[in-house]
């Protein structure tokens, strides 16, 4: 398990390798552009080549990229869609280039619409945007299922998968606070087994290619996409001990997008409270 981080690029994505360097962290996360803006940001040369140099020399195994959360590719708004669309292509044209593990996507919501149409929709988006670009995955993220947000159950990301047209490259980006949120209890190992057993029925685990790890300030099928930091809310410890020793995630980047004690996303502290809670949950698994 590759437990990681978000991390801000600012100051390219060397810097971000740094960042993560900090937090003990064996994989990253960042966004390739600004948040809050539409333009995207292209890579130097000479900043993709600092890149792999930091990669090189850290113990970083693992780069994702996210998409920002502007983009919304059920939109009905023509508009938004192409907007959405050049963004994701840059995203993917930059996970090339960086050799990412994936983009993750939050495929849209289709706000006061129908469901059905809004997946069409966000289905040709992502078709388009893979054939822009070369060989990086897209990992589609499960929602806690607020509004018309996509992906909110293994059935919607099923039929986003199958509306793009299957490419292999498509797969999951499961988060953990997004699951409770949206119904799934996964505090024990017996409740993790049959929603990964429900997955592995409906998607197929073999689309499983990456884990946001966050604990969950909203109960269980509140809807509420509200991070807590690990053990500290509806899961709890030792439902994080579970998520985090669960044998079917080996090998994955685990990010972690909790808020942090002081406002500042993951610390090193906190990583290493996910190596101990993992280490807690396999003892308890026997």
Request: negative net charge; charged residues 25%.
């Amino acid at each position: 398990m590759l437990i990681g981080a978000h991390v801000s690029p600012a100051g390219g994505p060397a810097k971000a390798v740094e960042r993560g360097v900090e937090r003990g962290a064996r994989a990253i996360q960042i966004f390739n552009q600004n948040p809050r803006a539409w333009k995207p940001t292209i890579y130097s040369d000479e900043a993709m080549a600092d890149f792999r140099e930091a990669m090189e020399g850290s113990e970083v195994d693992a780069l994702l990229i996210h998409a920002v959360y502007l983009l919304n590719a059920a939109s009905e708004d023509p508009d938004i869609r192409a907007k959405t669309l050049t963004s994701l292509i840059a995203s993917l044209r930059a996970g090339d280039a960086l050799g990412a593990v994936s983009v993750v996507l939050h495929p849209g919501s289709a706000l006061g619409g129908e469901v059905a149409p809004a997946i069409k929709r966000a289905g040709a988006v992502i078709k388009e945007a893979l054939a822009e670009s070369e060989s990086c995955a897209l990992h589609l993220e499960n929602t806690a299922g607020a509004g018309g947000t996509l992906g909110r159950s293994f059935g919607e990301l099923h039929a986003l998968i199958d509306a793009a047209g299957g490419d292999a490259r498509l797969g999951m980006c499961l988060d953990s606070c997004h699951l409770y949120a949206s119904g799934f209890d996964i505090r024990t190992a017996e409740g993790l087994t049959k929603v990964l057993d429900e997955c592995d029925d409906v998607v197929g685990l073999d689309r499983l290619g990456s884990l946001h790890f966050n604990d969950s300030k909203g109960t269980l099928g509140s809807n509420r996409d509200r991070h807590a930091d690990v053990g500290q809310g509806e899961l709890g410890e030792d439902g994080c001990a579970v998520f985090l020793s669960e044998p079917r995630f080996d090998g994955l980047p685990v990010i972690l997008e909790t808020p942090g004690p002081d406002k500042k996303g993951p610390t090193k502290e906190e990583l290493e409270l996910c190596w101990t809670l993992r280490e807690r949950g396999a003892k308890a698994r026997g």
